[in-house]
């Protein structure tokens, strides 16, 4: 993929991410929105290499600082000590994460347990920032990453049957994977 490819490819994962932390909505007694942020992040390493999965992440992380772009319109330094940092963090590493170990599946089985899988590179440390911050308890744990178990499923499934239509709609259209 060219420079101008990549670059473009990097904005849109940014962009599909930020329209994804648009669409929340809260659960009593969790300390975290739901969003659609997760098919972004997973997104970016379903379709980029490793490199500019990641950055297309950190892009989005550094542009929350300036500009509204977190769930709820937040943004700022401040939400980087907030409940959300913990798996905010864990975006860019989850980006990899999938990039590394989708070897660009089409198989709808494969992708839907990557995404379940990628889910939890972002769900487990989030929880754990959470706890060690005292945003919740160590009781609450379970509870936590219970409640956001459906929206999980959800996602991977909504991911393991748009992801071969895109890709073979990329390759016949002649766009790179």
Same mark, same amino acid.
Request: glycine share 8%.
């Given at each position: 993929?060219?420079?101008?490819?990549?670059?473009?490819?990097? $904005?849109?994962?940014?962009?599909?991410?930020?329209?994804?932390?648009?669409?929340?909505?809260?659960?009593?007694?969790?300390?975290?929105? &739901?969003?659609?942020?997760?098919?972004?992040?997973?997104?970016?390493? !379903?379709?980029?290499?490793? +490199?500019?999965?990641? /950055?297309? +992440?950190? /892009?989005?992380?550094?542009?929350?600082?300036?500009?509204? =772009?977190?769930?709820?319109?937040?943004?700022?330094?401040?939400?980087? %000590? #907030?409940?959300?940092?913990?798996? !905010?963090?864990?975006?860019?590493?989850?980006?990899?994460?999938?990039?590394?170990?989708?070897?660009?599946?089409?198989?709808?089985? #494969?992708?839907?347990? $990557?995404?379940? +899988?990628?889910?939890?590179?972002?769900?487990?440390?989030?929880? /754990?920032? %959470?706890?060690?911050?005292?945003?919740?308890?160590?009781?609450? /744990?379970?509870?936590?990453?219970?409640?956001? $178990?459906?929206?999980? =499923?959800?996602? *991977?499934? &909504?991911?393991?049957?748009?992801?071969?239509?895109?890709?073979?709609?990329?390759? *016949?259209?002649?766009?790179? $994977?």
């Amino acid at each position: 993929m060219n420079l101008v490819k990549k670059i473009i490819a990097i $904005l849109f994962f940014t962009l599909l991410t930020i329209a994804g932390a648009q669409v929340s909505f809260s659960i009593p007694g969790i300390a975290v929105p &739901v969003t659609l942020q997760t098919l972004g992040i997973l997104g970016a390493g !379903l379709f980029l290499a490793p +490199m500019p999965a990641f /950055l297309s +992440m950190l /892009l989005y992380l550094i542009s929350g600082l300036f500009f509204p =772009v977190f769930a709820g319109n937040t943004y700022g330094p401040k939400v980087f %000590s #907030e409940a959300t940092a913990g798996y !905010l963090l864990f975006f860019p590493i989850a980006a990899i994460f999938t990039s590394l170990i989708s070897k660009k599946s089409t198989d709808a089985r #494969e992708v839907f347990l $990557l995404g379940v +899988m990628a889910h939890f590179v972002i769900i487990i440390p989030g929880n /754990l920032w %959470s706890v060690v911050f005292n945003f919740s308890t160590a009781n609450q /744990l379970p509870i936590n990453i219970m409640w956001l $178990l459906p929206g999980t =499923v959800i996602k *991977s499934g &909504v991911l393991a049957l748009m992801v071969p239509f895109v890709q073979k709609k990329m390759a *016949s259209s002649g766009l790179p $994977l």
